[in-house]
């Protein structure tokens, strides 16, 4: 699995964000992941954070943008890394630090995903 097929999930990930389109939002998950958003819930599966983000960009996220910065990609084996990324939503300016594990089955996806905002920030 190469690094720019890891940076592409977020790119798409950013791209579904921008269009308020949660199911674009949700394609870079893996059918079965496990999900935790910045307030702690447990989210089992993309179809709960397709939802989930249906939700987000229909109220408080709505005509909001994501910028997203890879940062860490760590393999841990040929199918698997781990990688850390970190994105601020606009216009507002909240930031969050998120810790993925991406698997290669067929294609790359987001197999878990955990979301928290950094101790001081917004």
């Known amino acids: 699995m190469s690094d720019e097929q890891i940076r592409d999930l977020w790119r798409t990930m950013t791209l579904g ?6 199911s674009l939002f949700a394609s870079v998950f893996a059918e079965d992941v496990d999900f935790v958003t910045v307030r702690g819930e447990e989210l089992s599966g993309r179809e709960a954070v ?7 960009f229909a109220t408080a996220y709505r005509d909001t ?10 393999p841990l084996s040929p199918g698997l890394s781990l990688v850390h990324a970190t994105s601020t939503i606009a216009p507002m300016g909240a930031t969050t630090h998120a810790q993925a594990v991406v698997r290669l089955n067929g294609s790359a996806s987001i197999a878990a995903f955990h979301n ?3 101790k001081g920030a917004s």
């Open 50 to 56: 397709e939802a989930g983000h249906s939700r987000l």
């Open 116 to 118: 928290m905002i950094p």
């Open 65 to 74: 943008t994501l910028r997203a910065t890879v940062g860490l990609i760590r």
């Open 17 to 22: 964000w921008a269009e308020g389109d949660a």
